[in-house]
């Protein structure tokens, strides 16, 4: 068992003396009374107490904007990223076997997550130095000689979710680092001991108070932090509830910058022209990659009357195909899922759409073994199914036949959820005429490719409850900052 008993305050690792909650692998292992998760350690379940001390140190780490960190230059902020790029490099066998095993991420899956990550900041830094060479030129207007400089907005509260939870947390706390902020990162309940190799990583490369972590119950700690009114920056992926709270938590909401990843329902439209393996092969990365816990993922298919009965024979023969076992086995994309009690969760989506009418269409289709779900194919699936409206978040794929292209237009007009759509289809015309009523729904319409959110200097956002803010390589450098100006009168 790892026991992730340190954590970082102001500069120094201390060892936590309190209170632990362990830690269940997703992996499995069969005793007389069933299947039982493995204990794989555990990790301080830390208090208000500990969350205001993590805020004070980031706190007088900022120092009101006078702090060592925010009056820093560019240049040499980005010098303290590269070294913790270097240190952070050092710990990536480490974090890719603690992603297979705390999340159940296949092993190549798991490699990817981390190289991104690095590639991640690596392409930051160079958004950073072009975003300072073009803002920092003087610009002579009026008689006024102006120069606009970006600066840190203060304290960043950044929180990743559990099915990214190195890659998602980095792709806010490391721009609103290098910005200038200083922060305090919660890991998620799922994904938490991986922090602990980078914790060195941090001391040794950031000026104390610049980074300091927070583990324990979101819900107990982090409310607390953010009535104190001194989180300037909410940065936060997950579920558009728990967001919800943590902004209405703020005492002057109108002062707190934001940016969140949250829910979405992404569809998938299957025109009848479409390729139909091609549309296949797209949907079931888009709806199983990681097995469905993705909020990029495709989560409800519409196809045409005329080609649903060849869709669904090609994709249930294409579920067949796919690997089942553990993370580290080769050629293997569906896992156990981490989150408890999920496979019961999916279990009720199915039994509920099957009262209504729908039936699983492939074999096994819903099928529990211990944290396993072996992939459920719906259909036909109705609005009057809670798997029409629901994020499921798992390999759960709701198909719903349509006659009229406004069906599944109408369907993302009322959803709650703005983030991605994937169309299928050849005639050139009838795609492009389609764009903009769709766009106008989403933030991305992918054509003839699954939904996703890479390459990541692409803008990646969504509407409605779906997401608050741009994250991309650049985008986010001016989400974690203030644009200002420096104006003199040219005598
Ligand atoms: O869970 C949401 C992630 O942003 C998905 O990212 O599309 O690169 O897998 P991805």
Redesign the pocket.
């Known amino acids: 068992p790892l026991h992730q008993t340190d954590y970082l305050l102001n500069g120094e690792i201390l060892a936590w003396k309190g209170e632990v909650q362990e830690v269940l692998s997703p992996v499995c292992f069969a005793t007389s009374g069933g299947a039982v998760r493995q204990v794989l350690g555990s990790f301080p379940l830390m208090g208000e107490k500990e969350a205001m001390a993590a805020l004070d140190a980031a706190v007088t780490a900022y120092d009101s904007g006078r702090g060592l960190w925010p009056t820093m230059s560019v240049a040499d902020r980005i010098t303290h990223v590269q070294e913790f790029i270097w240190r952070m490099k050092e710990t990536r066998d480490e974090v890719v076997k603690l992603l297979m095993w705390e999340i159940g991420k296949p092993l190549v899956e798991s490699r990817k997550e981390f190289d991104r990550t690095i590639d991640y900041m690596v392409d930051t830094i160079d958004a950073l130095k072009e975003l300072d060479r073009v803002s920092s030129r003087f610009v002579i207007e009026q008689g006024i000689i102006g120069q606009i400089r970006r600066a840190p907005l203060g304290v960043a509260l950044s929180m990743g ?1 559990y ?2 939870p190195l890659n ?1 947390t980095f792709t806010t706390l490391l721009p609103a680092l290098i910005m200038g902020n200083t922060t305090i990162v919660k890991p998620p309940r799922h994904g938490v001991l991986l922090f602990q190799p980078l914790l060195r990583a941090f001391r040794d490369s950031f000026p104390p108070g610049v980074v300091n972590t927070l583990y324990g119950a979101g819900r107990q700690i982090t409310p607390p932090l953010m009535a104190s009114g001194k989180v300037d920056v909410l940065a936060f992926i997950g579920s558009s509830k728990a967001a919800d709270t943590l902004q209405k938590a703020h005492p002057r909401p109108h002062r707190l910058r934001v940016s969140l ?1 949250l829910e979405a329902k992404n569809p998938a439209i299957v025109l009848p022209d479409a390729h139909l393996r091609l549309a296949v092969d797209e949907c079931i990365a888009g709806s199983l ?2 097995n469905g816990q ?3 993922g495709i989560k409800i298919i519409f196809v045409h009357e005329n080609v649903v009965d060849e869709f669904l024979k090609l994709f249930s023969r294409a579920i067949g195909n796919l690997g089942f076992g553990m993370p580290w086995e080769c050629a293997v994309s569906l896992t156990p899922l981490p989150e408890t009690d999920k496979t019961g969760y999916l279990t009720e989506l199915v039994k509920d759409a099957e009262r209504e009418g729908a039936e699983v269409i492939n074999e096994a289709g819903g099928m529990v073994n211990g944290t396993f779900f072996y992939p459920a194919l719906l259909y036909p699936v109705n609005e009057r199914m809670r798997v029409y409206h629901e994020e499921q978040f798992g390999p759960v794929i709701p198909v719903v036949p349509f006659k009229n292209i406004e069906d599944p237009i109408r369907y993302m007009v009322e959803s709650p959820y703005g983030q991605q759509v994937s169309l299928f289809g050849r005639d050139r015309k009838q795609l492009s005429a389609l764009i903009d009523p769709l766009v106008n729904q989403v933030c991305r319409v992918n054509i003839n490719s699954q ?4 390459p990541d200097i692409f803008p ?1 956002t969504g509407r409605k409850d779906s997401a608050v803010g741009t994250l991309s390589v650049s985008d986010a450098l001016r989400a974690f900052s203030i644009r200002t100006l420096v104006a003199a009168k040219d005598q």
């Open positions: 979710p099915n990214y998602e990843g990659a990681f993705r909020c990029t939904c996703q959110r890479g990646f």
